[in-house]
């Protein structure tokens, strides 16, 4: 995770159990898709069978895959670049990628492709580890082509890039006086890469732009003074990156003679830490799930100025809410499952936000220290379904039934989801009263089309949660869930 989100620690510490923003009784507008992401889990030939039997049952209907460039190309630990015709997919070795592609498009989910560092020995400026340090834009456009001549009937959207705000993916990411340099690197490989697809033969290809990081520095200036060179391996916050990338000032205008860059949607990682979604104290550079309207309002007056396409639409392509073991940036298991579902409900009802996401289905190890992933190490996340080993927590029962329940004057508010449907069904919803061993059915709702379903309350209780049982005859039961 990126070295800022240490820092914010203390302070988001303080606010662990703030209480989730009342939201509207009523369902969004919108079809919302749902990326779930567990690359590493995929690309394992002995993990994948299971992993994709598994994600049937959970309801997957849309993946996310971070394909890395340095894991395809010839010869990636040469400083030299060879000799071979980078346009052509069939002298890249594509491996398990190619596997797991081809499986989702069987199984009729689409896929977001996310090509991203690190890249070619040879494809950087510094010819160092780990491999990250100004790519060539030429030659990230070739591989582009050969990607789209590859994959282009099986990848329904494209994005450029994986947080590059984020010292691990990109850098450098501050000059040597301590203003941000990634942005216009980043510009450079988008418009390249854009142009890579154009050439495989995609005259308007369906590409995402930003994939940002959630947290950082607007300027280290101040931290050079106290870090030395340290200071320059920080996050460039998002929305400073997102202006400097589309040259724009601090009051969105344009800083030069930059042309509008052509592009389907914002993509953004809106992670928070250890407190409820709906938290809102952070920097006023930073954007999280709680604060989402400031990506908006970027948005909109990066298109008065005529730097981006007015009305886009926002992705968050990468989530996921960190849980126990990982005591220093997780919550209990409990409370990941009512965390995660209260997130989604924030996007869901958000007309703006076109895709929300589940990063893991299985943990990472708890590993490595913060800030060594700027240094090609990893600190893993702990924001899977399953603990590291295989066994399920309470988010692997929630998931495919996310419940919220919802504090009002007079009673709760419910809002859900029973995502394995493919149209409107009934879910029972269970209550729990204060004191009482056994849960009783509070109501039998119909969902939407989509799977969608809300309604409010007067009863009492303690705990609630949700019971549905599929045509096939599987029975869905999530976890309980407290109002908050």
Not at 22 to 38: C, I, K
Not at 138 to 160: C, H, N, P
Request: hydrophobic share 40%; net charge positive.
């Amino acid at each position: 995770m990126p070295r800022i989100r240490n820092r914010l620690l203390s302070a988001l510490a303080l606010a662990a159990c703030a209480a989730a923003a009342a939201p509207a009784q009523s369902l969004a507008s919108h079809g919302q898709v749902v990326y779930f992401e567990a690359s590493n889990t995929l690309l394992s030939p002995t993990l994948r069978p299971k992993a994709i039997e598994q994600m049937q049952h959970l309801g997957v209907k849309a993946l996310r895959v971070e394909l890395s460039w340095e894991a395809v190309a010839p010869d990636p630990s040469s400083a030299t670049r060879p000799n071979f015709e980078a346009e052509n997919p069939a002298r890249y070795d594509w491996g398990q990628y190619e596997v797991v592609l081809a499986e989702a498009k069987r199984l009729g989910w689409s896929v977001l492709l996310t090509v991203t560092s690190p890249v070619p020995r040879w494809a950087t400026s510094n010819k160092k580890a780990p491999y990250i340090t100004r790519p060539d834009d030429q030659d990230f456009k070739e591989f582009m082509t050969a990607v789209a001549r590859k994959f282009g009937s099986e990848v329904s959207l494209y994005a450029i890039w994986n947080e590059p705000n984020h010292p691990a993916f990109l850098q450098p990411q501050f000059n040597s006086k301590g203003a941000p340099e990634s942005p216009r690197i980043y510009r450079g490989l988008y418009q390249y890469g854009y142009a890579g697809l154009q050439a495989a033969g995609i005259a308007q290809p369906r590409v995402l732009f930003g994939e940002t990081a959630p947290y950082g520095y607007e300027s280290v200036k101040r931290l050079l003074h106290e870090e030395g060179s340290r200071a320059l391996l920080s996050d460039v916050a998002p929305l400073t990156f997102l202006r400097e990338a589309l040259c724009l000032n601090s009051r969105y205008r344009k800083a030069g003679s930059c042309a509008e860059l052509q592009m389907s949607g914002y993509a953004h990682h809106a992670y928070t830490i250890a407190v409820a979604p709906s938290y809102s104290k952070i920097g006023a550079g930073d954007v999280t799930i709680g604060v989402l309207g400031r990506l908006e309002g970027a948005l909109n007056k990066a298109a008065a100025a005529h730097a981006i396409p007015a009305g886009l639409p926002i992705f968050l392509t990468e989530y996921g809410v960190q849980s126990y073991p990982n005591k220093q940036l997780g919550v209990p298991v409990s409370v990941q499952a009512e965390y995660d579902a209260m997130a989604e409900q924030i996007a869901y009802r958000d007309p703006r936000i076109a895709a929300f996401s589940q990063y893991l289905l299985r943990d990472d190890p708890v590993k490595g220290k913060q800030g060594s992933s700027v240094h090609g190490g990893s600190v893993g996340f702990q924001t899977g379904l399953e603990y590291v080993g295989g066994e399920p927590k309470p988010l692997y029962y929630a998931w495919p039934v996310p419940l919220t329940v919802t504090k009002r004057h007079h009673g709760v508010a419910l809002w859900g989801l029973v995502r394995p449907s493919a149209g409107a069904t009934t879910v029972t919803v269970l209550v729990q009263a204060n004191h009482a061993r056994k849960y009783r059915t509070l109501r039998t709702v119909t969902t939407n089309a989509a799977g969608y379903w809300s309604f409010d309350s007067s009863a009492g209780g303690e705990t609630w949660r949700v019971r549905w049982k599929s045509p096939q005859g599987v029975t869905y039961e999530g976890p309980p869930i407290h109002a908050r």
